[in-house]
């Protein structure tokens, strides 16, 4: 059964008043930037509005325009795809100041990977780690000869992971035009299956090369695509 509740009516709290109020306490804590908690001592509003406002709480700070460098609710893997993400836009493996978010390729600062790494190398070192834990082990040949309705494939679909790891290999290029993000950031990269998954090519690094858009919906055009 349903509680009895009061009906309150709810002020219509606009952005401004929400923004202001952050920039206000930022201002009196003298920080340019604020945890939840720190605002929950002097804010006017609960930290919930915010959220359902701006979605995160990082979302909000920015709007504000103080510093969200310490999302506590960012998970690793977010943080190995972002550095994926700026590895291929740049065509090699990023410095730390790559990283500034005035260039526009990194969601993180490299300082969100130092305090959760201990420094962007050893952030870096664990990329790594995680990129080659996901290799997909490749067919074994011995078993060519097991008819096809009793071997277990490989989805179709390719992971980020196996992506990264395709482009990276392929230093973030086009292997049948040469086209590369770092050159025209409009560029997309596909990892792209050599012998198609429909003709029974594998989701597998060896079966995998990169291709722009271009050249993929290209490719499409002559055969069947994959
Ligand atoms: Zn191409």
Redesign the pocket.
Known sequence: MAQFQVKLRKRNITEDELINDLRRCATELAKNSLTSIEYATKGNFGVNTFLRRFKSWNLALEKAGLNAPNRQNVSEIELFENIANVWVSLGHQPYGRELDKSLGLSEFSVGTYENRFGSWNKALMAFQEFINSGISPSIKTSFSNVSISNTKRTPRKVNWRLRAQVLIRDNCI?Q??G?SPSKNPNVQLHADHIKPWSRGGETVIENLRT??L??NIGKSDLHEGD
Request: proline letters at 0%; a positive charge.
């Open positions: 086009c049948m035009c086209a291709l722009c271009k050249c």
